[in-house]
């Protein structure tokens, strides 16, 4: 399976939340942004590391479910979202 970082730069999101319609990872933080939570999606059982400081929320998974990050990331009007695959 790909492991693979999904970050949001805090400072490009708006609070759109396109993303969140596309991988039910994403949600809404306390401070109005899109952040990530491993454990909101109802369907899967989903493990991932969460960094969050000021600048940006780091999140990175092992999983079969790239392409969901990905769709969320493409959704993003403002790019705030990438994901890369990282070598294990």
């Given at each position: 399976?790909?492991?693979?970082?999904?970050?949001?730069?805090?400072?490009?999101?708006?609070?759109?939340?396109?993303?969140?319609?596309?991988?039910?990872?994403?949600?809404?933080?306390?401070?109005?942004?899109?952040?990530?939570?491993?454990?909101?999606?109802?369907?899967?059982?989903?493990?991932?590391?969460?960094?969050?400081?000021?600048?940006?929320?780091?999140?990175?998974?092992?999983?079969?479910?790239?392409?969901?990050?990905?769709?969320?990331?493409?959704?993003?009007?403002?790019?705030?979202?990438a994901v890369r695959e990282v070598d294990e």
């Amino acid at each position: 399976m790909p492991r693979y970082d999904v970050t949001i730069e805090k400072d490009a999101c708006d609070g759109i939340f396109a993303c969140l319609t596309r991988d039910p990872r994403f949600v809404e933080g306390e401070d109005g942004l899109a952040t990530i939570d491993p454990g909101a999606d109802p369907v899967y059982d989903c493990e991932g590391a969460v960094t969050d400081t000021d600048e940006r929320v780091v999140a990175t998974f092992d999983d079969d479910r790239i392409d969901e990050a990905r769709r969320a990331a493409a959704a993003c009007p403002t790019d705030a979202i990438a994901v890369r695959e990282v070598d294990e």
